[in-house]
């Protein structure tokens, strides 16, 4: 009978913890707006477009707002967008919207609630929105990282790797162990596109480097981000770089006496000693652009990618530790790449294995950058989904 | 394989040791919930609470250890909720420990909402002296963080508690044969609520130590499932302090291994890496205690199952 119980009981286990790891995933989209609804306007207001009343904006985010990272920099988009129009538009937003089903229908009630221009911030909403977007042509859809668009639909990103090469120039010169650790999140295009970009940065000053990835298959999991960060440090990597979501690697820098930077947002004060700078995103230029072609109505689908250029991308607080004539080096890139006379893909570009990805004095375009799946030479190790 | 010189395992078993004392901890707290026939599914809400209550407290006193304090406080609270709802409402355990683990994640977060830009004041290292300078192992083996050394202690510890002691006995016959143990006169339901609080206690000073030392910083979700890992563990430990000893620093050791093995260019996908902590450790484990006498033995019998008094 004993045997039997266990057996039962153990199977028990097992089925209330599927349970709760369901109800972990779904129960978290809990709803939080910044803004309250007018529910009288809201109807009126999806018939009526902008001209009478605010116009009506709404954010859906992936994660907490208040996590200093990916989500963090969305919202002071939307806080720009607030600054620049006042009260000539009405934002809210909702957090923690999980990737999938629990997105539609919360896109779908941003909707209903009257909103004319909706931002999903992440990749998962793509499919989501899509279909939401077909259903309601009078709304304008925008949709963060993604390449599938429709009439009322359009994409917009950003050129992190423009970061990730210019903190690359600052980590090749501060190396003495000529050994870079990156912890890379999920092995997609654009994630490995910063670690190579990251790499060409560190090499355009300092051809001995060597990068060493590590992924942890998670764009945030802080325990996980420091045990990636401790086994790069314990096999020799001087300075690190991250393309996950906390200041966990950071801190672990920090806790060894290493370099680090900052990713998405900036960082700084997790790491006063370890921080050397941090590669932000500012969503601030695009989403007002975008605000405005709403309100004059000048809004068109399309895809959108930018970078430095438009004021999108930049690296900050930039550590006393870094020499100064490697801020300029820094500087040289940034003005470079804001007036279109430095290319960061300009070839010769070989990969890991010798062969040449990109011939001399030619510019990859971005169709090759949006399918990177290789790592230039430097990098060591290999893609885990690579061919 | 290159790279794999003595320095680097040295560096390796560092890892491992730090990396394994998060799930011990926790998963021995669990251990004498579980002996004394009480199940918490809440082990990830309390350790989320902890975290947050311990780095509040950091931040704020610049003490460690009172941010440990406050983690076991944390902890011992929530699970002194859950003890009595399951102990004297008897409510489902299951369903209980679920609540509790939700409540926790959404109680964390708000309570957390203001912490998430803070940063804990810079501390000490920790050294052994004399031994921290030995060539290889001194820097691996001590100078790791005190709480290292204290779950290694407290599993020896609990390990002869449960079987040499007569408090173990008393605590093992409430989770076997409460009815038995009620008729010996022993106060079920109060010992079952000593033993929750104990666990949960534990559970906390694991969920500050991920805040407090391991990553240095408040995030929300940031103990990322390794309240369920120590669940895991516990029952695949079969309810052993050694075991669960063993378990939590093999599954710290193969997640370090499996980063080396990336970075050395293994041609393995990283994702297949990322598994092979949870499948090494539930083989070995599943190994040891293959001999299911052993683990029927070992298994709290009245595990999960409401007591009545008098019934």
């Not at chain 1, 779908?108 to 911030?121: A, E, H, M, P, S």
């Not at chain 1, 162990?177 to 090499?203: C, D, K, M, W, Y």
């Not at chain 1, 770089?241 to 801190?251: E, G, I, K, P």
């Not at chain 2, 378990?247 to 499996?258: D, E, N, P, R």
Request: with cysteine.
């Amino acid at each position: 009978m004993s045997s039997n119980l266990s057996k039962r009981s153990l199977l028990k286990l097992a089925g209330w913890a599927s349970l709760a790891a369901t109800a972990a995933l779904v129960g978290c989209g809990k709803k939080e707006e910044a803004a309250t609804p007018a529910a009288s306007e809201a109807s009126a207001a999806a018939s009526a477009a902008a001209a009478v009343g605010p116009l009506k904006i709404a954010f859906a985010y992936v994660g907490p707002v208040g996590d200093a990272g990916w989500t963090y920099a969305h919202d002071q988009g939307r806080l720009a967008i607030e600054k620049e129009f006042g009260d000539k538009v009405k934002t809210s937003f909702v957090e923690k919207v999980p990737e999938g089903p629990e997105a539609e229908r919360v896109i779908r009630d941003l909707v209903g609630q009257g909103n004319i221009l909706v931002f999903g911030t992440t990749f998962g909403y793509m499919e989501p929105m899509l279909k939401v977007a077909a259903d309601n042509p009078s709304v304008k859809f925008e949709h963060a990282t993604g390449f599938k668009t429709a009439p009322n639909m359009r994409t917009y990103d950003s050129r992190t790797y423009e970061g990730a090469y210019m903190a690359g120039v600052i980590a090749g010169s501060m190396t003495k162990s000529n050994t870079l650790g990156v912890v890379g999140s999920i092995p997609i295009p654009e994630v490995i596109r910063n670690i190579n970009a990251f790499t060409l940065g560190a090499q355009s000053v300092n051809p001995k480097v060597k990068t060493k990835v590590v992924w942890v298959n998670a764009w945030f999991d802080p325990p996980k981000e420091t045990e990636g960060a401790q086994s790069l440090l314990n096999q020799g990597a001087d300075v690190l770089f991250q393309n996950t979501d906390s200041a966990a690697v950071l801190q672990t820098a920090e806790k060894a006496g290493k370099y680090a930077f900052g990713w998405d947002s900036d960082m700084s004060k997790f790491g006063p000693k370890s921080h050397l700078a941090s590669a932000v995103i500012n969503w601030g230029p695009y989403y007002v652009k975008a605000t405005k072609d709403a309100l004059e109505g000048t809004w068109q689908t399309g895809g959108v990618w930018w970078g430095v250029k438009e004021g999108a991308i930049d690296l900050v607080s930039v550590s006393d530790a870094v020499p100064a004539e490697v801020k300029a080096k820094v500087d040289t890139v940034k003005a470079g790449l804001k007036d279109g006379s430095f290319a960061i893909w300009k070839g010769p570009i070989v990969a890991q294995d010798g062969k040449e990805m990109v011939a001399k004095d030619t510019v990859a375009d971005d169709k090759f950058l949006g399918g990177i799946n290789f790592y230039v030479k430097g990098v060591e190790g290999s893609i885990p989904s690579g061919k | 394989m290159t790279g794999l010189t003595p320095e680097s395992l040295a560096l390796l078993l560092a890892a491992t040791l730090n990396a394994g004392t998060v799930v011990a901890l926790a998963s021995l707290g669990l251990l004498i919930n579980e002996r004394a026939g009480v199940l918490n599914l809440g082990a990830e809400g309390m350790m989320l609470v902890a975290a947050i209550a311990g780095f509040a407290t950091g931040v704020n006193t610049g003490s460690d250890w009172l941010g440990f304090a406050a983690g076991a406080a944390a902890g011992a609270l929530m699970a002194g909720a859950f003890g009595a709802l399951v102990i004297w409402l008897n409510t489902n355990q299951y369903a209980t420990g679920l609540a509790l683990s939700l409540f926790g994640a959404g109680l964390s977060a708000f309570v957390g909402i203001s912490y998430t830009q803070q940063r804990l004041p810079e501390r000490p290292h920790f050294a052994i002296p004399g031994l921290a300078d030995l060539p290889f192992v001194g820097p691996a083996l001590f100078r790791q963080h005190p709480l290292v050394y204290i779950t290694i202690a407290l599993a020896i510890g609990l390990g002869w508690f449960l079987m040499r002691s007569r408090g173990g006995l008393v605590l093992r016959a409430v989770g076997e044969s409460p009815e038995s143990a009620h008729a010996l006169g022993y106060a079920v339901r109060p010992i079952r609520l000593l033993a929750v609080m104990t666990g949960g206690a534990l559970c906390g000073v694991a969920g500050a130590y991920i805040s407090l030392a391991y990553t240095p910083l408040w995030v929300e979700g940031m103990v990322a499932g390794k309240g369920w890992i120590a669940l895991a563990l516990t029952t695949f430990a079969t309810w052993r302090p050694g075991r669960v000893l063993l378990g939590a620093y093999l599954f710290g050791g193969v997640t370090m291994l499996q980063f080396q093995l990336q970075g050395q260019g293994v041609q393995i996908p990283s994702q297949f890496l990322t598994m092979l902590p949870y499948v090494a450790t539930i083989v070995v484990l599943v190994l040891i205690s293959r001999n299911p006498t052993w683990i029927r033995i070992n298994m709290p019998a009245s595990l999960g199952k409401p007591f009545h008094p008098g019934a």
